[in-house]
């Protein structure tokens, strides 16, 4: 029974870290209208400008916290505005913004990796001393409690503003039809601009949650949005909240395979309910 | 002069890896990011072969190819469905599924351990140990794929893929099965990938899942961009540029760590250049 | 006698029906024209007999069968080709290629091992010589005028030797030398006994070159006759113009 709760608790953790990264996935899916692969890039850049300044330059938690989420939205910015906006004004093809995508987080891991080495890091100072607390017989760190937590107010924020400013719904006619939303004079490619800043800042959070709970890598920006994606597509891609249960769906189903078949398997499990999904309903559980 | 053909052997590799990867890219339209997984199986089919059941290279050769080929016509069926963007995603995922399978399936694959101790090829007693022989025969399985190349997109069904790669529909109107031609195509590229496998493996004498992962089919991808998009020399020369490149920065002097992370950056930067101001690469002849 | 009728066809796109349970029939050895105001739905219905759209209902007979769902691949074999209003060509191949892509063999393995033959080569000539494009077919399609894209659509469905025509507003932007031609292969299918099926909107042309029209409105029948009988008629006249 003790095994049943802890798997459970694993997948609220995994799920609302999928969650971050699958609802940053659809925001630029909807508006953007390609797979940017840099997100993954960008996630990693957050957890890494977290790891700099608080554990390296010595910030306090909070500070360093905050810089970190702003700092990745700006380079989220402004590599919309260098390289996909270009693209896009040409009219190029998903597949190309897609390619270069690929180009920007290979960039950016490779960076990364110069900088910091490829070894493992982690953001926790006290990693040992951690406050755990039991909850009918699994354990659940002070740190997943606080990832949890902080997760689910950015993602009710995010409904917030989404539904009831003019801006979330500026946001919203962009995303339901670029052309449409210009025609009635709101600024799409300004619009656009600050989704992958919000996008990005989302993303570093979603990185340094990772940097709290397991560690950082270089390269584990695009297995991190890889299951982002699989869990928008599970819920139904370009439909935000769907997703955010997506990635709980996901988050079940690997924990309960990892733990049927064994943990290596993991990553191929999330694939393989990918590939499902993209043969038998490639519109996710609940279409836009 | 050990260390120049070593690195001709290489771009002979790498070579077939383009060509074949091209065929399906290049001349198709199917962006593919699984190739590795194909490469991977023909190097695993051959080493076991070689190790366990005491083929004869030459022998093991043909199985390596028709196991990629096997493989490829399964998940060929499922992929071709798959629109643009999709089927990208799609591929990425059944590339890490494979290196999963190769990873930890150990009863057959040994694992992270890897085959150690594959023979080199022997024909009617000659063995081919030197370097120098090996090359030969490395250059006279280069010209056999680019001369298969050549006659597909030579041939009436060649044309018929371009046909695919602009316009699906329009062409299926005028009596063809689209589905059989992306099919075929996609299993004779695999079945050279495997080729190019096996080639890899007896040349090693030692492979593990590490050269098969999806930033080994990304690699490919930059070959086959980076030389152009429907030609078989680009293909070949993009083999070349980028087998070449990470030498000539640890010629430069940089450690060796640094230098393959250069050799990343310089991918990534390179694709995303290419995507912005030359989408049909050096000498290609299809923009994406 | 009729090549191709259509039996309650229905296509629907969310609670619009585009094409609303209609029966129509295309004589062999007649221009049929279907004419109707923008939206009507006679793309539609084209794009649904040629399998670009499922059907949603209804059936589509022609030879000895009567068919429930219609894949773009199998049109051909029922001697059905077309031409499209937004011209699909393959832009990136020559005039010559986009015309052998159709005279080739279909079965994979056939096209594998073919190279295009003399026989190939030279009932390609004959047909792009009667658009007048055979000068021209070396050329990328793309790099063709949209009158001479246009022909070259034209050519390659009269490579097809097919049995059922669907022309999808072939007039459209030709200058009237252009125009002449395209006349002339109509009125040759038509002499030949094959369905000619001809989308306009050009009245003058209706009435010139069709024996038979079906006005369509908003996804209905309105009316079928000669031209002279259905462009008189009141509701024909209300349908375009509006009330």
Known sequence: ?288 | MEYLIHIAIFICIYGILGLSLNLVIGETGLVSVAHAAFYGLGAYAAALLLTEAGFNFFAALPVAMVLAGLLALATGVVFSRFRGEFYMLGTVGFNIIIWSVFLNWQGLTHGPLGVPGIDRPELFGFRFSENITFLLLSLVLLAATYGVAQFITRSSFGRVLKAIREDEQAISIFGYATLHYKLLIFVISAMLAGLAGALFASYITFIDPSSFTLNESIFLLAIVILGGLGSHSGALLGALILVVMPEAFRFIGFPADVAAQLRLATYGVLLIGLMLYRPQGLLGTFRL | ?243
């Open chain 1, 1 to 288: 029974m003790d095994i049943i709760v802890q798997i459970a608790l694993n997948a609220v953790i995994a799920g609302a870290t999928y969650s971050l990264v699958a609802l940053g996935v659809n925001l630029l899916y909807s508006t953007g209208r390609f797979f940017d692969l840099g997100y993954g890039g960008l996630m990693t850049v957050g957890g890494y400008a977290a790891f700099f300044l608080y554990k390296e330059s010595g910030f306090p938690l909070v500070a360093a916290l905050v810089l970190a989420v702003i700092i990745t939205g700006i380079i989220g910015f402004v590599i919309e505005k260098l390289i996909y906006r270009p693209l896009r004004q040409r009219k190029a093809s998903n597949t190309v913004l897609l390619i270069a995508s690929l180009g920007v987080i290979t960039v950016i891991q490779a960076g990364l990796a110069m900088a910091f080495t490829s070894q493992f890091q982690t953001l926790s100072r006290n990693i040992a001393g951690q406050r755990t607390f039991e909850i009918s017989g699994g354990i659940i760190t002070e740190t997943q409690v606080v990832i949890l937590v902080a997760g689910l107010v950015v993602m009710a924020l995010l409904g917030v503003v989404l539904k009831y400013t003019l801006w979330g719904k500026a946001v919203r006619a962009v995303a339901d039809d670029e052309e449409v939303a210009q025609v009635v004079g709101i600024n799409s490619e300004r619009v656009i601009g600050i989704i992958f800043f919000i996008g990005a800042c989302i993303g570093a959070m979603a990185g340094i949650a990772v940097g709290f709970d397991t560690g950082l890598q270089p390269t584990m920006g695009l297995p991190l949005l890889l299951k982002g994606i699989v869990a928008a597509i599970i819920g139904g891609i370009g439909n935000v909240w769907a997703g955010v249960i997506g990635a709980f769906a996901l988050a079940i189903i690997e924990n309960l395979g990892a733990w049927k078949f064994s943990g290596e398997w993991k990553d191929a499990i999330s694939f393989a309910v990918l590939i499902f999904f993209l043969i038998f309903r490639p519109q996710g559980i609940w279409p836009k």
């Open chain 3, 1 to 243: 006698m009729s090549l191709l009728q259509t039996h309650n066809l229905l296509k629907k796109f969310g609670g619009v029906h585009a094409v609303d349970h209609v029966d129509v029939e295309f004589p062999a050895g007649k221009i049929t024209a279907l004419i109707g105001p923008n939206g009507s739905g006679k793309t539609t219905l084209i794009n649904t007999v040629t399998g670009i759209l499922p059907m949603d209902g209804g059936t589509v007979a022609v030879g000895d069968s009567v068919l429930k769902k219609i894949a773009p691949h199998i049109i051909a074999t029922y001697g059905i080709t077309r031409t499209f209003q937004n011209v699909r060509l393959i832009g990136q191949l020559s005039v010559l290629d986009n015309i052998l892509l159709v005279l080739t063999e279909r079965n994979v393995w056939g096209a594998l091992f073919e190279r295009h033959t003399k026989l190939h080569l030279s009932e390609a000539e004959e047909i792009l010589k009667k658009v007048g494009l055979w000068e021209k077919r070396s050329a990328k399609a793309e790099e063709l005028s949209y009158g001479q894209r246009k022909l070259l659509e034209i050519a390659r469905a009269l490579a097809m030797r097919a049995r059922i025509y669907f022309f999808d507003e072939p007039y459209a932007g030709l200058f009237v030398e252009m125009r002449k031609i395209v006349s002339d292969i109509l009125r040759e299918l038509k002499a030949g006994g094959a369905a000619v099926v001809l989308v306009e909107h050009d009245m003058t042309l209706v009435r010139e070159l069709a024996d038979v029209c079906y006005v369509l409105d908003s996804g209905k029948v309105l009316a079928h006759g000669t031209p002279t009988e259905t462009l008189e008629r009141d509701a024909v006249v209300e349908a375009y113009l509006g009330k």
